[in-house]
């Protein structure tokens, strides 16, 4: 009964190729996200969807589009792969968006994507 | 400019040896301040959440408090299996993004 959960868990691809991570959560969460984790092990938000509403898009390339089919689902495609593109990326929910105090964000397990 | 710094870097401690990490924060309108582990190749695991200046919160080993300006995360009589990375983060905005620290990597020695 994983909470939230990503695949594929690990992912190699070439230069200028275009990939797709899927995440789902079974939390009935309003909220997912999309964080990238790089070398040093730096956590920074990509993006957020509110009930598949785009809330946050932190300054990332074009290139990454997420897209949110229903509340409990956020993909994450990726065209043009670049090497700085490696990294792992993590998907969170939480319950609700916004208000007075902060909602406790729930992390998947990550996709390490490996650019050559 | 807002800010999350957590230190040390590292911390290595024997079995037993109680200490505190800390999270220092520069943020306006603390929403909640997060402590997350995270174990090698795997997601953060949500630890404790603290909102106001003067709380504190227990589990097991562990004891999270905040003020205004930091956070520390006090671990007593820790084991071996408490070496992770012990991460922090704050959500200030309306947004509901969490600002993450770099992370303070814990290795406990038997």
């Known amino acids: 009964d994983t909470a939230v959960s990503q695949t594929p868990k690990y992912l190699v691809t070439q230069m200028g190729n275009d990939k797709s991570i899927k995440c789902e959560q079974n939390l009935g969460h309003d909220t997912m996200y999309w964080y990238k984790q790089d070398s040093k092990k730096f956590l920074k938000i990509m993006f957020s969807?509110?009930?598949?509403?785009?809330?946050i898009n932190e300054t990332v390339p074009n290139r990454f589009s997420p897209k949110s089919p229903d509340k409990a689902h956020l993909n994450l495609h990726i065209n043009s792969l670049e090497l700085g593109d490696s990294a792992v990326y993590f998907c969170a929910s939480s319950q609700a968006h916004g208000g007075y105090i902060a909602d406790t964000q729930y992390f998947g397990p990550g996709t390490r994507l490996t650019v050559l | 400019e807002d800010q999350v710094t957590q230190s040390p870097e590292a911390l290595r401690l024997q079995e037993g040896e109680s200490s505190s990490l800390n999270c220092s924060y520069t943020?306006?309108?603390?929403?909640?301040l997060f402590w997350y582990r995270q174990d090698p190749g795997k997601g953060p695991e949500f630890l404790f959440t603290?909102?106001?200046a003067g709380e504190e919160k227990e589990k097991e080993r562990l004891k999270a408090t905040l003020t205004k300006k930091e956070s520390f995360l006090h671990i007593t009589a820790p084991k071996p299996e408490d070496s992770a990375t012990y991460l922090c983060a704050v959500d200030y905005t309306s947004g509901s993004r969490l600002t993450f620290g770099e992370g303070t990597q814990l290795t406990v020695n038997p």
């Open positions: 603290l909102y106001s």
């Open positions: 969807y509110n009930n598949k509403e785009l809330i």
């Open positions: 943020v306006s309108g603390l929403r909640g």
